[in-house]
């Protein structure tokens, strides 16, 4: 056994080439997604003040941005619609001719090969802000999941290649899969926010994506922050309804949630890097308190090296411009 001195751990730590060479975890453009906010109207590309650099497009000024996600070798775009109409139902959600809907065919249109994933749930469509259909004062498990079916569905049949339900409801998955399968889309993968947890984080997001709760919060259907084995639960319960993919949102804070769920299970792993993280990055870089690109590279491979095979990240543009360099 070699101890020091014939040990010396600095030596594959001296050059560029050596360090390269036994590097552990790498971020490839392919494990990036790009999140993207639709707008309806036209010729719409208006900056989200919490998170410097992501803007609010209309459908006409999304298929553009896509086309560039697409030549940056980014693979796959996650889209949320901010509708100007919303009702207690969410109606807009499930609307032939809704927001993301709309959106979706100017960008399958531009850029076929670019992989579309969809936000599945209610809460930027409903007029109180809330997932799921309200009965009671409370949010309606079950009344919801229908509605969701109906969401989804739209967004495959408007040309989503991944839906994406983030909603937190119990048995969304399986609702989801069974309207898919009914009308012939059992080949469209379902990514499911297995772990979501009930975060402050996602504050900003709030702000693009004008989906605060009208009243009270979401701690009843997204989880509380401190627990880890409930996690294994969620994400259990997903990969048996039929998730291809699952995700633990958000990621920095919940880095031994990925490693665990992980290690536990086999299918692809996604974490969501949120508003809220991309919001803390940007405030430091703009007073000059932080290197930008060091910082979000340190960041992306914490969160590959925690286990997520996929990283859904606002900065993803940029990244792929610094790794293409
Ligand atoms: C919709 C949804 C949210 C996010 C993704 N999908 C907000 C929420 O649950 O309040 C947050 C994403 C982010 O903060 O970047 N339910």
């Not at 410097?52 to 693979?75: K, M, N, T, W």
């Not at 701690?219 to 922050?225: A, G, K």
């Amino acid at each position: 056994m070699a101890v020091f001195p014939q040990l010396r751990l600095r030596r594959l730590r001296r050059t560029e080439s050596l360090r390269a060479l036994v590097r552990e975890n790498r971020v490839n453009i392919g494990d990036l997604v790009y999140p993207l906010f639709v707008v309806e109207g036209e010729g719409i590309r208006q900056e989200v003040s919490s998170m410097p650099g992501v803007f609010r497009f209309s459908p006409d000024q999304v298929a553009q941005e896509a086309q560039e996600v697409a030549r940056l070798g980014i693979p796959a775009v996650l889209l949320f619609g901010i509708p100007e109409h919303k009702d207690e139902f969410g109606s807009g959600a499930y609307h032939p001719e809704g927001i993301i809907q709309q959106a979706i065919r100017t960008i399958k249109e531009s850029s076929p090969q670019l992989l579309v994933i969809t936000d599945v749930c209610l809460c930027e469509y409903t007029s109180h802000g809330h997932c799921g259909m309200v009965a009671n004062g409370d949010v309606d498990n079950d009344q919801t999941l229908p509605l969701l079916a109906r969401m989804a569905l739209a967004h495959v049949q408007a040309g989503a290649d991944i839906v994406a339900p983030s909603d937190m409801m119990d048995g969304r998955v399986k609702a989801i899969r069974e309207a898919l399968d009914k009308e012939g889309f059992q080949h469209i993968p379902i990514l499911s926010y297995a772990a979501k947890y009930a975060s402050a984080f996602y504050g900003p997001f709030r702000e693009a994506a004008q989906s605060t709760p009208q009243f009270g919060d979401r701690r009843s259907y997204q989880m509380d922050p401190p627990n880890l084995r409930e996690a294994l639960r969620e994400v259990e319960q997903d990969i048996n309804e039929g998730a291809d993919i699952i995700m633990i949102k958000p990621a920095l804070a919940y880095l031994d949630v990925i490693r665990r769920v992980r290690d536990t299970f086999n299918c692809p792993v996604a974490a969501y890097n949120v508003s809220g993280e991309y919001a803390m990055v940007k405030a430091a870089v703009l007073q000059g308190w932080l290197d930008e690109k060091r910082i979000v590279m340190e960041i992306l491979a914490s969160i590959k090296r925690a286990g997520a095979d996929i990283i859904i990240t606002y900065h993803a543009r940029d990244v792929a411009q610094w790794l293409q360099a």
